[in-house]
């Protein structure tokens, strides 16, 4: 058992929450993960019930002390970060009065639609800085009063989803200004929520939470959760902030121009910059970042791994369960047979778009599919063309930022997929960038812990935070596809535009 004091991050991800307990030198001391299920009772539905987020929790931080043998004691803060956008409703009693809404619910596609023609997208932009997206919360709020008009008059109080798990944690009803930023009524210019967006929807101020940075210490560890837990009751529970914005942290993301990419259940490219811009067309999401003051850029595509899972899970079942078996990794297997296949898998192409896309095409009617398939192509040519799609995906999500003036001069990689050698090599000949791994593969985690100990002392601030914590492991330079990737990303991008109307159809 250590003496040393530390702070636990937590994650609230789609599929599990992530504990992890980091000392003041940035070290991960233990890591802890618990799952939590997802339900579709409808086809392009996502929902979650919120208590569960807390029994995980418990379980998670349980477990991390006894399996690591920490001292309870030495917590100074708890640190929180996840995923964004979901809506959580409370009525006055506190409790949930529906399972949350996610971030990947597409319920609300036709009232987006309806509400930025009536408010007009230039509206939007001004008062927002961004599109409304199905994604965002304020539509599933929309798409109650419409559908869920008793539970929906229940309302008192709307949380997102790490929010409402800090509050079951403390007392208080709180976000941050990032996660904030995903909502289509904060004014991400002015940090603050916008009147003019509330009253334009006819959604009462009141049910909105105060927004902190991300640093703020905004509640303290309540009794219950502490006996049940074996914390101390009391602790510092931090702000936190919104997945991306914490996983940008987690990373190092935290300085003008610097720019990261996420490949993860989606695909993020996401770059920091000290001053409030967004393109004119609403074609990136501009958010606050959890570095005070300060905003970033993002651009997310909502199928990137997940496109990989699903192709090696439905189209290559036999392999997955011989690695399983011999104990490998299925996926890194699958992607070894692709690297067989010469790059542009012999003119076949995949459109990564299995739910429909954010960035750059905001349509939840796209689709996903194989292009180019002729008789010589076989499952490994098939591999190749997903992982290469879904990659070009994200490099229409960089070509977005580089208009707005950032101008990377490497990547910072991060999530589940980046750890893999084809997918890493892809990434960096496909953008023609030096690409850098950190130290930590724990990026929203990670961040979280990083912004728990900004707020209990252990750093004067997230820079500096980084500075000490967060180094290059490795560093990938482009290699002689480069150009042959520049090529085939012009012709991935004419495919978008042809079939278009096509989906649109039904």
């Known amino acids: 058992m250590t003496d040393q004091a530390f702070v636990l991050g937590i994650d609230v991800g789609t599929s599990a929450i992530k504990v992890l307990a980091v000392d003041p030198d940035g070290t991960i001391l233990a890591t802890a993960s618990e799952p ?39 917590v100074r803060a708890l640190g929180f970060a996840g995923q964004m956008h979901g809506l959580v409703t409370l009525d006055e009693n506190m409790a949930s009065i529906r399972p949350a809404i996610l971030w990947n619910d597409q319920r609300s596609a036709s009232i987006c639609l309806e509400e930025t023609e009536r408010l007009g997208l230039d509206v939007l932009l001004k008062n927002t800085g961004n599109r409304m997206l199905p ?5 599933k709020l929309l798409w109650m009063r419409k559908h869920e008009p008793e539970a929906y008059a229940r309302i008192a109080h709307v949380l997102l989803p790490k929010d409402h798990l800090r509050f079951r944690m403390g007392s208080a009803l709180a976000t941050d200004m990032s996660d904030a930023s995903g909502t289509s009524v904060f004014d991400c210019g002015a940090r603050a929520w916008s009147q003019t ?3 334009s929807l006819d959604l009462p101020a009141e049910w909105w939470p105060e927004a902190f940075e991300s640093t703020e210490v905004v509640d303290h560890l309540n009794a219950a959760t502490a006996e049940a837990t074996g914390l101390p009751e009391g602790i510092p529970l931090i702000a936190g902030a919104g997945d991306q914005a914490a996983s ?46 300060t905003w970033h850029l993002m651009g997310v ?4 791994a997940a496109c990989f899972e699903w192709f090696c899970r439905e189209l290559m079942p036999d392999i997955m369960s011989e690695a399983e078996s011999a104990h490998e990794d299925p996926y890194e297997r699958i992607a070894g047979e692709a690297e067989s ?31 180019g398939l002729s008789p010589q192509h076989g499952r490994p040519h098939l591999a190749r063309a997903v992982l290469e799609g879904a990659t070009y995906g994200l490099m229409d999500c960089l070509e977005l930022v580089r208009r707005t003036g950032v101008d990377p001069r490497s990547i910072r990689l991060s999530g589940g997929g980046a750890g893999g050698r084809l ?4 990434c960096t000949d ?67 535009p042809a079939l278009q109307t096509w989906w649109a159809r039904g």
């Open 36 to 74: 939590h299920p997802v339900q579709s009772p409808r086809t392009g539905w996502s929902e979650q019930e919120p208590d569960q987020w807390y029994d995980a929790t418990v379980e998670g931080i349980r477990r991390l002390l006894k399996e690591s043998g920490l001292d309870p004691s030495k």
């Open 135 to 139: 994604g965002f919360t304020a539509p």
């Open 197 to 199: 967006m509330l009253e």
């Open 248 to 293: 940008a942290v987690g990373t190092g993301a935290v300085e003008e121009g610097m720019v990261s990419t996420t490949i993860g259940t989606s695909g993020v490219v996401f770059a920091a910059t000290d001053t409030w811009r967004h393109p004119p067309d609403g074609s990136l999401h501009a958010f606050c970042h959890a570095v005070p003051g």
């Open 301 to 304: 595509m909502l199928n990137a």
């Open 341 to 371: 296949v010469t790059p542009g898998a012999e003119g076949l192409f995949f459109l990564p778009y299995l739910t429909g896309e954010r960035t750059p095409h905001v349509d939840p009617h796209a689709r996903g599919g194989f292009i």
């Open 423 to 426: 997918w890493r090599r892809l």
């Open 430 to 496: 496909i953008f023609d960038l030096p690409t850098i791994t950190t130290t930590t593969t724990e990026g929203t985690g990670y961040g979280a812990a990083l912004l728990a100990g900004v707020g209990c002392g252990f750093w004067g601030s997230v820079r500096e935070a980084c500075k000490r914590t967060v180094h290059e492991k490795d560093r990938l330079e482009p290699g002689p596809d480069r150009d042959f990737y520049r090529a085939g990303h012009e012709r991935y991008q004419a495919l978008y």
